[in-house]
């Protein structure tokens, strides 16, 4: 951080700020831009928004000059303002994508669809590209941050996500030759695979949620996204379909995520899985085969061992976002991708029971929920990852409550950029 503040204010000295633009200001996004409003050297330059006025808004709430604040569809236009030093509010995602001197792009829309264009339209465009989109990465990453690569831009989640805060404790630890053995997460919300937008109404309008948004999180399915994350970038794969889910405290967390014959639950290592009764946290479980090294980690309270735990009590989501921006147009890394391609699958379950003729709807909806499962056996199975279902999704087969929901169970609106991109991926990286 040190290394950023400095480099920042150099950048602010010489007058060459990275710009950046975000699309979607809800409430990640607009934390983002108060966050960002307030660091030497990075301007939030672009708001893109489907209701413009919410866009401005999250400028004003960043302490930003109305006068300062140009609205604009128009490219041409929104060039000739951004050389002037002025601040964009767009409903046009083009406009994020292909603006001269935007250098990064950020998507906060939690939208997979969403995610998939502004993705691909930001690599073709030659601009570094950061996910607050997991839902989209889960489902299409692997092809995307190749394209990135190929392009010569970053690809990368952010940090402040909870699979970005345990890759910081992921790096850490096998940077210093330690050997991982799992990974995770805690759950903030008891765990409702029935929660619908109806049932957590109240407690989202309360808490400034989209009900939408708060409905995917306590039906799990936002968690499984995050695990399927996380294993598409370090290889590592659920111990069972949905994981173990446990509850304990961190004190706990070595004891319980050992093998079963050494008194755990794990059927392997190299495991990612979540915890309910540690969150906001994330975790890292560690060991080494060094006896001296097993001294020194008891001598400096890391507990008795063989197995110890690396513990992150916070994960600040978008207001850490800066961190990986800098790093992306700076230092040209990322702060998580999908390194090791599609390693496991957020699959889609039937929340009800289906029936032909049926429309199905999206993430934290009234029809389904995810589960995080490996790839290799949702491909067996032909499981249908669930960031590639929509409201134009079709029930051609009658579907049971809990029943994992197969390719040959629906209709899947195939013109979508999302789709287009998975095919490509299944065909070229299998």
Known sequence: MLTMSTRLKELARQDKDIKVAIVGAGKMGKGLINQMSRIRGMMPSVVVNRNVSKAVDAFLSAGIRREDIVVSNSLKKVNFYLEKGKYIATEDMDIATKA???????????????????????????????????????????????????????????????????????????????????????????????????????????????????????????????????????????????????????????????LKEEGGVLNKYQIVDYVMGIAPGVFVIFTTKLEEVHKQLEYLNMGPGPNYVLYRPYHLTSLETPITIFNACYYKEATIAPVEGQVAETITVAKRDLKVGESLDRIGGYTVYGSIEEHRIAKEKNLVPIGLIDENTKVIKDIKKGEPISYDMIELDKSKTIYKLRKLQDEIMG
């Open 100 to 258: 001269n001197i935007i250098e990064a792009v950020v998507d906060a829309t939690g939208v997979p669809e969403v995610g998939a264009k502004v993705s691909l339209d930001s690599i073709e465009n030659r601009k570094h590209i950061i996910m607050l989109n997991v839902e989209a990465d889960s489902v299409v990453g692997p092809i995307l941050y190749n394209k990135a690569e190929e392009a010569g831009v970053v690809y990368t989640g952010t940090a402040g996500d909870e699979p970005g805060a345990v890759m910081e404790l992921y790096d850490f630890a096998v940077g210093l030759g330690f050997q991982v053995l799992a990974i995770g997460k805690g759950k903030n919300n008891p765990l409702d695979m029935e929660a619908t937008p109806d049932t957590v109404y109240e407690r989202a309008i309360k808490n400034e949620l989209n009900p939408h948004m708060l409905a995917g999180f306590v039906d799990g399915t936002n968690t499984m996204i995050e695990m399927t994350v996380m294993a598409n970038a370090t290889g590592f794969v659920p111990d069972k379909r949905g994981g173990h889910g446990v509850t304990c405290s961190v004190d706990d967390l070595t004891k319980i995520f050992r």
